[in-house]
C-alpha cells in the first residue's frame, strides 16, 4: 500500500493496515512524498505492518514533480518485486499506469481539479493540464476505483471518466484513547492552516468576536503540528470542533472530534453532509459572518450542545476501523478471484 505523510491518507492508511492485520491480512506500506514527523514515525512504529520502505520526491499534486514521479514508479516496481504481493492498493492516481503484474486498487482521497473548483471557485488552469491527464491515465489502468463518498466519486466520474468499476467505503478509525473528557469552553480546530481548502484561517477571523477562545493546532498554526496525549487532550476537553472547510471529502479530524464528543460546526459541503447528516451544524464556509452567528448560538446553548455533541459521537463511532477493513478485505478478495478467472474466448458462430 502506498501513502504519504502530508495529511490524513497517512492515518487513513496506518488504521486501515492495523484493521487488516487483525484479518491475517499483511501489509507493506511504501511511503512516498516528504518526510514523516518525528510523531508520525513512531505511528509508524507502532502499526501492525508486515514491513514499510520509505522514498522522498514530490508527489502528484505539486509544482513540476513528473521526474520524482518516475523514480518513484521504478521504485514500486522494485518494491513489488521483491514483496510479491497479491495486489498493490495506490493511494494516488498516476502510478496505476505502472505495471505491476497484480491487481491494482486506487483509492482517490482527494484531487487537485476538483479542490481548485471547490476552493478558487474556477476550473484550475492550463498548467494543470498535464495533471489532469496523468491522473486520467492512473484511473484508467486501474482494477478498480475507490473513495470515501458518494460526492467525492462522482467529482472523479465527471473529471477523469474512469473505465475501471467504481466503490465508495468510508474510511473509518479505532477510537483507541480518543475519549470524551470533561469539557471546557473553547473552540478546535485541527488542520493544516496553510491548506485554503481548510479554511483555518477563518476561525482566527472570527475569534475576537466569540465568547470562548479559540485553540487552532496544525501545520502553520501557533501550536504547530501536534499529536499523541496532547492532541487527545485537545479533543477530549474542547466542547466545539469547528472546520469551516472549502473542500473536504471525509475529514478524519471531524471523526476524531466525534468520537472525543465535540459538538460539530463544519463547512456546508455535501461530502460533510453525507457523511454527518444530522449530527453537526452547517455554514457557509466562503461567510465569516455566517461562522460567527453559528459558533455564538451554539456557545449560548448548553442543551443544543450536548444533543449535537451526543449525535457527533453516535456517528463518528459508525465509521469504525472494524467495518472499514472488512469492506476493503471483500473488496481485495473479489479483485483476486477476478484475477484467476480464464479469459473466455466466445465461439463464432456461424
Known amino acids: 500500500m502506498t501513502t504519504d505523510a502530508v495529511g490524513g491518507v497517512f492515518t487513513y492508511s496506518l488504521e486501515l493496515a492495523d484493521g487488516l492485520a487483525e484479518c491475517d491480512v499483511e501489509v507493506v506500506l511504501a511511503l512516498v512524498g516528504p518526510p514523516p514527523s518525528p510523531e508520525q514515525r513512531r505511528r509508524l512504529r507502532a502499526a501492525r505492518l508486515a514491513g514499510y520502505g520509505e522514498r522522498g520526491g514530490a508527489l502528484e499534486w505539486m509544482d513540476v514533480p513528473w521526474a520524482d514521479l518516475n523514480r518513484t514508479a521504478l521504485w514500486l516496481i522494485e518494491l513489488v518485486d521483491s514483496v510479491q504481493p497479491d495486489l498493490v492498493h495506490l493511494n494516488g492516481y498516476v502510478h496505476g499506469v505502472v505495471e505491476l503484474g497484480v491487481p491494482k486498487l486506487v483509492a482517490g482521497h482527494s484531487c487537485v481539479l476538483s479542490w481548485h473548483e471547490a476552493v478558487r471557485r474556477r476550473p484550475a488552469g492550463p498548467r494543470w ?12 489502468e486501474a482494477d478498480v476505483l475507490v473513495a470515501p463518498t458518494l460526492g467525492l466519486l462522482a467529482q472523479l466520474r465527471r473529471l477523469y471518466h474512469p473505465r475501471c468499476p467504481c466503490e465508495v467505503i468510508p474510511n473509518g478509525l479505532a477510537p483507541g484513547a480518543l475519549a470524551p473528557l470533561p469539557k471546557e469552553g473553547y473552540v478546535l480546530g485541527v488542520g493544516r492552516v496553510w491548506d485554503e ?137 473479489r479483485l483476486l478471484t477476478e484475477a484467476e478467472q480464464p479469459v473466455r474466448i466466445p465461439l463464432e458462430t456461424a
Request: proline content about 4%.
Open 129 to 140: 493540464e498535464r495533471y489532469r491527464a496523468a491522473v486520467t491515465a492512473g484511473i484508467r
Open 197 to 333: 481548502a481548510k479554511n483555518l484561517g477563518a476561525l482566527e477571523r472570527i475569534a475576537p468576536r466569540l465568547s470562548w477562545p479559540v485553540v487552532v493546532a496544525g501545520e502553520g498554526s501557533p501550536l504547530g503540528r501536534i499529536g499523541g496525549d496532547r492532541l487527545r487532550q485537545l479533543y477530549g476537553r474542547a466542547a466545539v470542533f469547528a472546520a469551516p472547510a472549502r473542500y473536504e471529502p471525509f475529514g478524519l479530524a471531524a471523526v476524531e472530534a466525534g468520537v472525543c464528543g465535540c459538538a460539530l460546526v463544519l463547512g456546508d459541503l455535501a461530502t460533510l453532509r453525507e457523511v454527518w447528516g444530522d449530527a453537526a451544524v452547517y455554514v457557509d464556509p466562503f461567510d465569516d459572518d455566517a461562522l460567527a452567528r453559528a459558533l455564538d448560538r451554539l456557545l449560548a446553548d448548553d442543551g443544543e450542545r450536548a444533543r449535537l455533541a451526543a449525535a457527533a459521537r453516535r456517528r463518528a463511532l459508525s465509521y469504525s476501523r472494524e467495518r472499514m477493513a472488512a469492506t476493503y478485505l471483500d473488496l481485495y478478495e
